[in-house]
T-cell receptor, first 110, second 115 residues
Framework: SQQGEEDPQALSIQEGENATMNCSYK?????LQWYRQNSGRGLVHLIL?????REKHSGRLRVTLDTSKKSSSLLITASRAADTASYFC??????????FGTGTRLQVFP | KAGVTQTPRYLIKTRGQQVTLSCSPI?????VSWYQQTPGQGLQFLFE???????NKGNFPGRFSGRQFSNSRSEMNVSTLELGDSALYLC??????????????FGPGTRLTVL
């Protein structure tokens, strides 16, 4: 089963623009994570935000979490061609399993 | 530290055969999880091992099994392969002692094609 649904499914932008991806989930969580996957490769952990946090930053990444709406957003500022990848959110469903969403495919054009 | 390694990287099998995939976690990580990724189903959790014990399991048939050795290396086995088993199989390790919900460190994956 998949917990998170990312929106949009695909996003195309120019270098220098900001990219925003959203993730919605169904049940309560302890934490939410974002991962990046370059084509056909393994996933790379980007950021983890706990249920009692509302916002977190890491370099050009900003993640927000709204537990009342069961949603999170990932903002990538000043995007680069190297940011082209699929981005996944993952939640724990208040269990000891990590469940991944469907992903957003981001294409950044130089 | 070396990252998570998976072998082989690519594999082609025929229906009915069985396959074993291997994963070596980051040194010191005792939790190893396996995921199946397909275009249609996305990333699906298979199972997680911690200290040689299967701690959690996803909704996959019994043809999918795994094990973990005392050095934390893990193997995944799929018997009686079906066409639908064609996928990227990802292994991830973590320090987590309480489930696999902490930061996961992924290997590059094994691309399995079933003909």
């Amino acid at each position: 089963s998949q917990q998170g649904e990312e929106d949009p499914q695909a996003l195309s932008i120019q270098e220098g623009e900001n990219a925003t991806m959203n993730c919605s989930y169904k049940t309560s969580i302890n934490n939410l994570q974002w991962y990046r996957q370059n084509s056909g490769r393994g996933l790379v952990h980007l950021i983890l935000i706990r249920s009692n946090e509302r916002e977190k930053h890491s370099g050009r990444l900003r993640v927000t979490l709204d537990t009342s709406k069961k949603s999170s957003s990932l903002l990538i500022t000043a995007s680069r061609a190297a940011d082209t990848a699929s981005y996944f959110c993952a939640t724990d469903e208040n269990t000891d399993k990590l469940i991944f969403g469907t992903g957003t495919r981001l294409q950044v054009f130089p | 530290k070396a990252g998570v390694t998976q072998t082989p990287r690519y594999l082609i099998k025929t229906r009915g055969q069985q396959v074993t995939l291997s994963c070596s976690p980051i040194s010191g990580h005792r939790s190893v999880s396996w995921y199946q990724q397909t275009p249609g189903q996305g990333l699906q959790f298979l199972f997680e091992y911690f200290s040689e014990t299967q701690r959690n399991k996803g909704n996959f048939p019994g043809r999918f099994s795994g094990r973990q050795f005392s050095n934390s290396r893990s193997e995944m086995n799929v018997s009686t392969l079906e066409l639908g088993d064609s996928a990227l199989y990802l292994c991830a390790s973590s320090l987590s002692a309480g489930g696999n919900t902490d930061t996961q460190y992924f290997g590059p994956g094994t691309r399995l094609t079933v003909l």
